[in-house]
């Protein structure tokens, strides 16, 4: 029996076991289940890109009796293979770093369902990643809901109860969208098996009906509130800044970037590039895409609480990971996707270092109560500086590949792309350095009077230093990621 083949049921499987599991361990158990289940799952994509390289062709691998379109698939290539190795990964150290604030801010009795829920965030995003059936993405939509939901109530205080409220009423929204969407869908071409779909939607009447660019539309808005695209972003400062560390790293860089993923799998397996750009959606996409990177860069320069910062941040990265899919290119999305590794490594490091520098601040998140807390907690310092530098997109980081890679696929296109990349990636790096350089010189500015300061974990210094070294290779050693991705794409 060839072991690859098993991976992507065993990344949905063994995680949904788990966490049952989880929900019924003691704290101490539940907890070492939870980070060995990430960490085979790290181990089992990583193993998966091996086998890739090596030679191994894409497969489907059938849930049941039945191949597709009438029963359930899985389907693994390099490119699914990346991104789930990329976001366990992150998983991972997000949970390593912010193991230790958990045992604070969860009641005690709770923290066995906490990371159960952990296991099923991780089931719905490997689920997003390998499904081969447009249905069953939109039942792990919901299951992600569900957890991130939970995930947001583990810390039980009126800021989480609100951020969780908001989260849940935007996020529904999204979801109705994207239902409605696959029930047009499933109603113009009679599947839900993308192989099918595709074969379906290949040569589609010319101009497109106002029926798939209705199906296009509610997919991409769905997905888009789910994944936090501005203007409908209004959740993520409530539920990314006041949930615990872990939550908001896992949030942030893990849950919406299934969202995303899929997506980019229905835009180019489903529909096909020349069928979205014919449906005008495009634009639409690159336009919200740039004023979320300027609208959120804005919001966090008036930001003075460090979490609320990083969370407004938050909307301006994915405004480029929609604004490289909004050019509907195949060296653009390419680009999203790299980017999308970029800033899952960086802002999972930014808020467990955030949190780690409140946490030496006497629990105090103003910028002014930060002084001199990365001289106290210097590990949080330095990976709080090394993901700001990389976001803003100092050379050698992961985040100044990502700008050459948008910025190179939109001058490929035409000129009114390119002057309208490079104007948006000037200003918002400009206002980038704005906010970042003024956290970051305030965290080493020294502190008058001295504070009750928590000192960092082994462990939890530990994963922020490895957090912070994937952020310097992204930024010197890509090449392997992005042939890695260029490979999956070709193959996708």
């Known amino acids: 029996m060839d072991l690859l083949r098993n991976v992507p049921f065993v990344c949905v499987l063994l995680p949904l076991i788990t966490g049952i599991a989880c929900a019924v361990l003691p704290r101490r158990g539940s907890k070492f289940l939870c980070f060995v289940t990430v960490l085979v799952l790290t181990g089992a994509n990583a193993y998966s890109i091996f086998r890739f390289v090596s030679g191994a062709e894409p497969f489907t691998y059938p849930m049941g009796h039945f191949p597709g379109p009438w029963g359930n698939e899985l389907r693994s290539g390099p490119l699914e293979s990346t991104m789930a190795l990329c976001l366990s990964l992150t998983a991972f150290l997000s949970l390593w770093a912010g193991s230790g604030k958990a045992g604070v801010h969860i009641p005690r009795g709770k923290q066995g369902l906490y990371y159960s829920v952990v296991c099923l965030a991780a089931a719905s995003v490997n689920a997003l990643v390998y499904t081969n059936d447009i249905f069953t993405g939109y039942v792990f939509i919901e299951i992600s809901t569900i957890a991130a939901g939970a995930l947001i109530l583990s810390r039980q205080d009126g800021h989480c109860l609100a951020g969780c409220a908001r989260y849940l009423v935007m996020n529904l929204v999204g979801s109705g969208l994207c239902l409605m969407g696959i029930a047009m869908l499933y109603g113009q071409t009679g599947h839900l098996n993308i192989d099918s779909l595709r074969r379906s939607l290949s040569s589609p009447p010319q101009p497109l009906p106002i029926s798939l660019r209705t199906v296009i539309v509610l997919l991409t808005v769905g997905l888009g509130i789910k994944s936090g695209l501005f203007p ?98 195949r060296d653009s999305i390419i680009a999203a996707l790299f980017h999308v590794a970029v ?17 030496s601040s006497g629990d105090r998140a103003q910028m002014d109560s930060l002084a001199g807390s990365g001289r106290r907690n210097l590990p949080a310092g330095i990976a709080f500086t090394v993901g700001a530098m990389s976001l803003t997109g100092v050379p050698l980081l992961g985040g100044f590949l990502s700008k050459i890679y948008l910025s190179q696929a939109a001058i490929a296109i035409d000129t009114f792309h390119a002057v309208a990349v490079l104007l948006t990636l000037a200003l918002s790096t400009f206002l980038q350095t704005v906010y970042f350089l003024h956290a970051v010189v305030n965290i080493y500015r020294p502190k008058e009077k001295s504070v009750h300061s928590e000192k960092q974990g082994i462990l939890s210094g530990a994963a922020l230093c490895a957090m912070a070294l994937i952020n310097i290779l992204l930024g010197t050693a890509s090449v392997p990621l992005y042939r890695a991705l260029l490979s999956g794409f070709l193959q996708f």
């Open 343 to 359: 800033h899952s490594f960086a802002k999972s490091m930014l808020f467990s270092s955030a949190a780690s520098l409140i946490a």
């Open 232 to 329: 409908f972003h209004s959740w993520i400062p409530d539920a990314y800044s006041y949930s615990t560390p872990a939550s908001g790293a896992l949030l942030s860089s893990f849950i919406s970037k299934g969202y995303i993923f899929l997506l980019v799998k229905i835009v180019v397996r489903v529909f096909g590039l020349e069928t979205i750009r014919a449906s005008g959606v495009c634009p639409v996409v690159f336009a919200f895409g740039a004023a979320g990177i300027i609208m959120g860069s804005v919001s966090a320069t008036r930001q003075s609480d460090i979490r609320r910062m990083v969370a407004f941040s938050s909307v301006a990265q994915i405004g480029y990971i929609y604004m490289g899919i909004g050019m509907c290119t």
